[in-house]
Structure formats: C-alpha cells, structure tokens
C-alpha cells in the first residue's frame, strides 16, 4: 500500500502561481510512475503530468506545456507540481497518483487514471480573472 497526501493548494488570481506538493509514504520504490490529475467541475478528470521517479523522464498535458513543471525529491519522497502563468481554467481539484507496478511512465500510459492503483485525497486550486 502506498499512502499520497497532497497539499499547496489554494486561491490565486489569474497570471500567479502555486507549487503543489504530494508526499509518498508506505510501500514507496525508488522507480515508480507517478502524475499529477485534475478533475473541473462537470468535467472529467484529466492526466496533466507525469513524472518517472528516479529518472528525469517527465510529460505534459498540452494545456500546461511551459506553465506547469513536474518535479521530484527522492530523499523526501515528494514529487511537485509547479504552475505559473495560472489561468481560470486550471481551476480544479488537483490528485497525485502513483503506480509501483511500472518502474517509470510510458508513453501516454501516464494521462490514463485507470493505470493508477493509488490516489492522494486532492487539492483544490482556484484561479479567479
């Protein structure tokens, strides 16, 4: 079992930033693939970025393309979501996943929640124009 709790959520005005957190703790392995989703209101939950944990390997939604950037601490076993430029469509309860199955992300493997055994219990990030 893997536990995820994220945190770094919050309200911010269109153009400004926030850094989401997601700390791993349990069953964690030094290679994993883990993301980072978002689910809007009325909407589905979309993939918005991976990150192979323990190797460089990261991947984006087009939407976040040069605004988001996925990060990772291995001694903390954290993995960040950075996201600058916000704007009122990033508004959305944000959850890191993570499946140990996978020693990294493959291809678009990572942007599909079914291929995740283990969620945090979200965060939410309001952007207002």
Known sequence: ???????????????????????????????????????????????????????????????????FTASQDNAKNTVYLQMNSLTPEDTAIYYCAADTSRVACHGSSWSNSRNFPYWGQGTQVTVSS
Do not use: H
């Open 1 to 67: 079992q893997v536990q995820l709790v994220e945190s770094g959520g919050g309200s911010v005005q269109a153009g400004g930033a926030l850094r989401l957190s997601c700390v791993a703790s349990g069953n964690t392995y030094p290679r994993a693939c883990m993301a980072w989703f978002r689910q809007a209101p009325g909407k589905e939950r979309e993939g918005v970025a991976g990150i192979s944990v323990g190797s460089t390997a990261t991947y984006y939604t087009d939407s976040v393309k040069g605004r």
